[in-house]
């Protein structure tokens, strides 16, 4: 039991990544802290959980609220006496052309995405100091190439790389391990539940989510990654290409994306 007796904080755990990540860590001996925002999923989840001998527990918690993740890690620390590493996954996302959009559902997916890590971080960071633990950033492919009509879901990942690397480095004699970890399309249900222009729910994925990566795919490999205290973790053959591509260049990717995004079911621009 690789993590045996070790306090994981997972946000945003009631589905996808940040379940699948819960129940990976929690199978290898970890104590597993979730989040979520319904109280009823988050029940749920950790039922499951248990079911499978996983030891765990929770609290409501909104990712944008600072007051709330302020309790989330005094919680955590309340029920397992220690936090040892935090994986920052609670995240939204969107769909709408920039100009379209109302400016509320951009500070919405900022205010989740990322100012959600900067808080979650911030309250975790004295415990995983004490502990020399590790901080894992759910980033995305989008962290370092944009896509049209997600332009807050892009904005949001690029500071959350630029943020976590900045931390490392701040950290990195403290024998504190800083994980980015960049998933490609994984088939959750992150598509299903994306904001349109006016901060309605998407409701339909416009991908097809069969062809993707499953969530316990990704987090068997963010688990093997941060035993191995990797720094970075670019996920799926298609996101190692763009990554690549964009940094060398990223001319011929902007039409490359243009017409990739361009093929997704009721795309808002052609």
């Known amino acids: 039991m690789k993590l045996k007796d070790k306090v994981v904080v997972v946000t945003g755990a009631t589905s996808g990544i940040g379940e699948a990540c819960a129940r990976v860590f929690g199978k290898n001996g970890a104590k597993i802290w979730i989040t979520g925002r319904s109280q009823i999923k988050l029940d749920n989840t950790l039922l ?6 996983i030891t765990c527990a929770g609290i409501v918690c909104d990712a944008a609220d600072e007051s ?14 220690r936090i040892d590493m935090l994986i920052n996954n609670a995240g939204i996302s ?7 959009m109302d400016l509320e559902v951009f500070h919405k997916v900022m205010n989740t995405n990322f100012m959600g890590a900067v808080y979650a971080t911030k309250f975790c960071l004295p415990e995983i100091l004490k502990n020399k633990g590790t ?9 370092f190439r944009g ?23 701040e950290v990195m004699k403290s024998g504190v391990h800083v994980l980015v970890a960049c998933p490609g399309f994984t088939a959750s249900n992150i598509r299903n539940n994306a904001l349109t222009a006016d901060g309605s729910i998407q ?7 069969e062809k ?4 316990e795919e990704v987090a068997k490999a963010i688990y093997k990654a941060a035993l191995k205290r990797k720094r970075d973790l670019i996920l799926t053959r298609q996101g190692k290409l763009a990554s690549f591509l964009n940094k060398w260049m990223p001319g011929i990717m902007d ?13 808002p621009f052609k």
């Open 135 to 143: 901080i894992i950033a759910m980033s995305s492919i989008n962290g």
């Open 94 to 100: 969107m769909r709408a052309m920039f100009q379209d």
């Open 48 to 53: 499951r959980l248990q079911n499978e001998g």
């Open 255 to 267: 039409t490359i994306v243009y017409n990739h995004m361009a093929k997704e079911k009721d795309s």
């Open 147 to 169: 896509t049209p009509a997600r332009t807050a879901y892009t904005a949001s990942k690029y500071a959350m790389n630029g943020f976590f690397e900045s931390l490392r480095t």
């Open 203 to 209: 409701q339909e994925s416009p991908r097809d989510e």
């Open 212 to 215: 993707m990566m499953t969530p």
């Open 68 to 81: 709330q993740n302020q309790l989330m890690v005094k919680g955590a620390v309340e029920r397992f006496g």
